[in-house]
Each structure stands twice: as structure tokens, then as C-alpha cells.
């Protein structure tokens, strides 16, 4: 029997683009606040934009990430300070020093003048710790302690400096030996000449795969070509420059001097030089002359600095991407990595979920592009944010009344030919193919066999839909005066308007609705452009005109039932003139009155029902509609600005079904 292999399995994260098993985003809270701004006046971009920079209930937006960037950006530049190298070069030279005078004191061998001469040596040595390092380089030590710890001064700045150019370096060199060190001056020199060679033009893939095959271990950042080497390298030079830039005229001075010692070697500065220079040359664009302002207590090595200035570079690049200033920003520019290092993985997290969010609103077809470029809300959109206002109108009425909810589909009469799921308190006839048919999809899904039969349940069933046998011609005129909306009275018109086209579209569609709005003029505006239809700094209420358009609209429908429904928050302060220009005066003048009613008494002959929805006290505005509603046997409605649409919703029901209940919505 053979013996039988064992697999074994590695699990790590998945990097193979997004999670397959991440829950799909939620976009109802995003399409709610976009189009609660798009009704505010702002096009769906902007509001998209803006939604992405506040997040949502529990989701962090662009603006928190922003704010998260810039205190760890304040902490890192408060935390610490470029003096790390120099200090420990100083506490080294004080050790060896140290040692020295003890050795000196304790060595009874020593020639009286030798010992002499050595101690006036040590005390007159510079007050500058660069110097004294140079100064010391010719020494002959007598203490083997006092030797290794100023040897430990030339390995730490060799370390250090070429840790600046390539991270990890300081601990990959510590205890190097001496062939250690010559492999990294040859793969310097290599490196050098490879660039040199890409900067001519004269390098080829044969050259950059024979360098990664011969100094790779050095580079773990594992580039492909040489193009991605020059950017991993040239990064940290640029870095290590910045770092250089940031410290003080002292510190530059010192450190300048100090690398000399560097290895025992000044060979190597000169290849670092070199490395720098070529860099710098190959990638000009990048922040060469940058500095920052350390403030903290925490001292940083040469390595160490570089690392944090890299950081501090990723920091602004990230702030860049948050800020989705600049042209064609999407949220799925945030570099994610750099996210997970910089933030954590709950900011990662955050920052995937709103990447999600713009990618599910642009492709998932509720947002569209018009003709012109622009952003529009699209058909499926206004249909879902329709159905959650014309739904909140419902529960406004249940909360008053205790009635049926508005979605009702009708009056019992004539059915539609089509069919809903039955909710609760529903009278019409069931569907019994479609519930039937739901039923045994259902059963399927869920595991059922055909020997247990088919399960009927509640969420099965469909009814029919019917409507009344008569159709109403509906027209609702909604004031676009500015007042409205300095007075926060333009959503809530939007809100209504949506919220009855919806019930018309859905539930009555025997019906036909006109939106007409009246500002200084008035106008016929499709659903979608009331919508997006921005507050206009113009005065003028134009009630005349809009009664002019609802005639005209009447008259298309001679066999249908007129129904006039008036959302105004102002008496009317314009009409229009007979050679067609609109007239505007304030305080209101008797011609325009007299215009506007004889106008309402054209369009209430054919026998409309016609009902005024007064937002505001305004005295005047009362006294008027009073009048018009006795004039022509309508009635005026007052509710409060967050009730509105509740209030049109429920008065075109108890035109639309005799013997509706009425909702009481004076004040």
C-alpha cells in the first residue's frame, strides 16, 4: 500500500485584490445622504464627494482618515529629535576616553613621559565630538576596551550612513566582518555603475538581472526592473536629503565631518555621494530640498530619521489622496498599504469601505452620467429614494390616523395587471400562480424535496393589485421662490414632490402628475430635474403663471378628474404680462391678484379639486388662501414643514379614494 502524501497548507492574508468574502457595502445610508444634498442643491458629484468625506453613521469618512494622518504626522515630529547618531557617537568617545585615563592610571610599566604626553592628549582634545573622533584617528590606544569602544564609533557611522540608503542595513552589518564590508562596497560600486549605465541609456535587463543575482539580499524590496530599483532607492536618498536638511547648521557640520571615520574608510562616502548624485539625477521630481521641525526628546539614528521621514512623505502623499482635491479624484486612489502602515487596519478597513461605496454608486447604476458628462441620479435611484419618502409619508399617517399605510393600491375596483407582496391589513384578492410559484422557488432554495411538498408561508403571497375605476389628471405646483429655501423650506418641497410622484408611478399609474414649480416664472419640470434643481437667488412668486401651465395641462386631460395641489410659502408677487414677460412687485399689487385669481377661477371651472399647503404664518399669505380655498370650495392645509409630505400624500388619497379617512393637518 503506498504511502500517502502529505500537503501542507500556509495561510496568510489575502492579497489577491478585494476580499471575496467581505459582505457587499450597504449603499441605502449613502444614497440617502447624496440625495438629500442633490435636493439641497448640490450636483450628485459634490454630494457624493461630500458624503465620502463625512462617512456615515458608523463609517469613518475621507475627513477622519485626513485627521488621522495629521496627528500621527504632529506625533511623530513631537516624539523625536535628529541628535540619536551624534549622541551616541559622543557617549562612545566619552567610554573610550574612559578607559583610556584608567588604563594610563593603572599601567605602572608605562614611561612617566609617555603617560604624560598621552594624558595631555586627552585633555586637550576639541570640544567638537567630530573633531575629537578625527583627532583620535591616529592614535595609538592603550586600553583594548578604550580601542573597541572607539572602533564602535567607525562601525556605527559606517552602519548608520548605509542604513539611510537602504533600510535594515544597520542590523544586517552589526558584528560584520571585514569581507563583509568589501561585499558592500563592491555591490556599491556595482550599483554606481549600473546607474551610471541606465543614465546614458546603455544598460540593458541582462545587466539589472546579473546585479540581483549577485548583490539581491541587499534589496528586499525585491524590484522587478531597474526602473522600480531607482524608485525604492531614490526615495530614501531623497529622505535621508530631507533629514540632512533638518538639522541644525551644527549637526549638518558634524556629521559631515564624523563620516570621514565611517568604516575606517572614506572610500565609502564617496560611493554614497555618488549613489546620491545619480539618484537625484534620475529622479528629479521628487522632494530633494524638504525639511522638517523635530521637536521631541526621542534621539533618532541616521537609519531611524530617514525611516521616519519616509513616513512623514507617505503621510503627505496619503493627505493628498483624502483631501480627493485634485482632478478625477476617486476614493479608490488611497494607497491601502500605506493606510495599514501608517493608521492601523481599522483605518485600512474604513478606507476599503468607502472605496467600495463609490465603486458600488458609480457601477451599480444608481448613479449615471448625463450627456454632458455630469453626474445624475438615475432612474433606479429616484425610484429607491422615492419609495423611502413616500414610505416615511406612510408612517406620519398611521402615527396621526391609525389607517393603512399609503403604499395601499387602490381603491377596490379594476385590477392593473400587476401584483405586490400582501402586507399586512391588505384586502385584495390574492395572485394565487405567482404565491404558488414563490412558494415552491422558496421550498427549493431552502433544501426542500418533493416528498415533503411545498411549504406556503406569509412571505409567498401576492395580491392584486386594483386601482379606482376613475383617473385623476393631478397637478402639484410647488413655490421655487427663494424664500423657500431660505427659510429650509427646499427639501421638503423636493421630499414631497418625490414621495406623491412615486404613489402616482407605482401604486395609481391610471394617473397622471404634472410637477410644475413657480419662481419669478414657472416652468413643467420632470421629477428628475426638480430633483437637482438648485435654489435661485430670484424673487418672485409666479402663481398666475403656474396656473396658466395647469390649465394647459387640464386641457390635455378632459376626461380625467382635475385634482390642484398648491405648496406656497409667499403671496404671489409676479404674473405675467400679455406680450409674455413675467411682472414683479412687492409689496403684491392688485393687478397681480387680479390676474392670479381669475386665472384659479379658469382652472377650478372644470370642476377641480384644488387644496392649498400654507408653509409659514406669514398673516397675509393666510388671509389670501383663505379667500382663494372659499372662493373655489377648496381648503387650505397647514402642517408643519417636516409634515409636508405626508400632508399632500394623504389629501391626494382622499381625492384620489372617496370615503379615504381625512388627517387633520391645520394648525
Do not use: C
Request: no cysteine; net charge negative.
Amino acid at each position: 500500500m503506498p504511502t500517502p502524501k502529505h500537503h501542507r497548507s500556509r495561510y496568510g492574508r489575502y492579497s489577491g485584490g478585494p476580499d471575496p468574502l467581505a459582505p457587499p457595502v450597504d449603499v441605502a445610508e449613502a444614497l440617502d445622504a447624496i440625495a438629500e444634498d442633490v435636493m439641497a442643491g448640490y450636483s450628485p458629484a459634490r454630494a457624493l464627494r461630500e458624503f465620502l468625506r463625512r462617512g456615515g453613521r458608523q463609517q469613518e469618512g475621507l475627513d477622519d482618515l485626513a485627521r488621522r494622518v495629521q496627528q500621527r504626522r504632529r506625533d511623530l515630529l513631537n516624539r523625536h529629535n535628529l541628535d540619536g547618531t551624534l549622541n551616541q557617537v559622543k557617549q562612545l568617545l566619552d567610554q573610550a576616553v574612559l578607559d583610556e585615563r584608567k588604563q594610563l592610571a593603572r599601567d605602572a610599566t608605562m614611561d612617566d613621559d609617555d603617560r604624560a604626553w598621552r594624558e595631555m592628549r586627552l585633555n586637550n582634545l576639541p570640544s567638537s565630538t567630530a573633531a575629537a573622533v578625527n583627532d583620535l584617528a591616529s592614535y595609538d590606544w592603550q586600553s583594548t576596551d578604550a580601542r573597541e569602544a572607539y572602533e564602535q564609533i567607525k562601525d556605527l557611522l559606517g552602519r548608520e550612513l548605509l542604513d539611510q540608503r537602504f533600510a535594515g542595513m544597520k542590523q544586517a552589518l552589526e558584528s560584520a566582518s571585514e569581507e563583509d564590508r568589501r561585499a558592500v562596497a563592491e555591490m556599491l560600486a556595482d550599483l554606481n555603475d549600473l546607474l551610471e549605465a541606465h543614465r546614458r541609456g546603455e544598460d540593458t535587463d541582462a545587466d539589472f538581472d546579473e546585479f540581483m543575482a549577485k548583490h539581491g539580499q541587499h534589496f528586499p524590496e525585491n524590484p522587478r526592473n531597474v526602473e522600480e530599483l531607482i524608485d525604492a532607492l531614490a526615495q530614501r536618498s531623497a529622505a535621508a536629503q530631507r533629514m540632512l536638511n533638518s538639522m541644525t547648521p551644527e549637526q549638518r557640520r558634524e556629521l559631515g565631518e564624523l563620516s570621514a571615520q565611517a568604516f575606517g574608510s572614506a572610500s565609502l562616502m564617496a560611493q554614497l555621494d555618488a549613489l546620491d548624485g545619480n539618484l537625484q539625477a534620475l529622479r528629479p521630481g521628487l522632494d530633494w530640498s524638504g525639511s522638517e521641525s523635530f521637536r521631541g526628546n526621542e534621539g533618532m539614528g541616521l537609519g531611524d530619521g530617514t525611516g521616519v521621514l519616509q513616513d512623514l512623505a507617505e503621510l503627505d502623499a496619503l493627505a493628498e489622496q483624502l483631501g480627493q482635491d485634485y482632478g478625477g479624484a476617486r476614493a479608490s486612489d488611497i494607497d491601502l498599504d500605506a493606510i495599514m502602515r501608517q493608521l492601523g487596519e481599522e483605518a485600512a478597513v474604513s478606507a476599503r469601505t468607502l472605496s467600495a461605496l463609490e465603486r458600488a454608486l458609480r457601477e451599480g447604476g444608481l448613479l449615471r452620467r448625463s450627456a454632458d458628462g455630469s453626474l445624475r441620479l438615475s432612474p433606479q435611484a429616484m425610484r429607491r429614494l422615492g419609495k423611502a419618502l413616500l414610505s416615511d409619508a406612510s408612517r406620519q399617517l398611521s402615527a396621526r390616523t391609525g389607517a393603512r399605510d399609503a403604499r395601499l393600491a387602490g381603491a377596490s375596483g379594476e385590477q392593473t395587471g400587476s401584483t405586490r407582496a400582501w402586507e399586512f391589513g391588505d384586502a385584495q384578492p390574492w395572485d394565487v400562480t405567482r404565491s404558488l410559484t414563490n412558494a415552491i422557488l422558496r421550498t427549493a432554495s431552502e433544501g426542500g424535496t418533493p416528498a415533503e411538498g411545498v411549504r406556503l408561508d406569509v412571505r409567498d403571497v401576492e395580491v392584486v393589485e386594483t386601482e379606482a375605476r376613475t383617473q385623476s389628471a393631478v397637478v402639484l405646483l410647488v413655490d421655487t421662490s427663494y424664500s423657500m429655501a431660505a427659510e429650509g423650506r427646499w427639501v421638503p418641497m423636493k421630499r414631497t414632490a418625490l414621495a406623491l410622484h412615486h404613489l402616482v408611478s407605482t401604486r395609481f399609474r391610471g394617473d397622471q402628475l404634472q410637477l410644475i414649480g413657480f419662481g419669478r416664472l414657472a416652468q413643467s419640470i420632470d421629477i428628475d430635474e426638480l430633483t437637482a434643481l438648485p435654489p435661485v437667488h430670484e424673487q418672485g412668486t409666479n402663481l398666475h403663471h403656474g396656473l396658466l401651465l395647469a390649465e394647459r395641462f387640464f386641457a390635455k386631460h378632459p376626461s380625467m378628474d382635475p385634482v390642484l395641489l398648491v405648496v406656497t410659502d409667499g403671496e404671489p408677487t409676479a404674473h405675467m404680462e400679455n406680450y409674455g414677460d413675467a411682472w414683479f412687485m412687492w409689496p403684491p399689487e392688485p393687478e397681480t391678484i387680479r390676474r392670479t385669481v381669475t386665472q384659479l377661477d379658469k382652472v377650478t371651472r372644470r370642476g377641480t379639486r384644488t387644496t392649498f399647503f400654507r408653509l409659514g404664518d406669514d398673516p397675509g399669505l393666510r388671509h389670501f388662501l383663505d379667500d382663494l380655498a372659499g372662493r373655489v370650495g377648496g381648503r387650505v392645509i397647514a402642517p408643519e414643514v417636516g409634515d409636508l409630505g405626508a400632508a399632500v400624500v394623504g389629501e391626494y388619497l382622499r381625492f384620489r379614494q372617496p370615503g379615504h379617512d381625512e388627517w387633520d393637518w391645520e394648525t
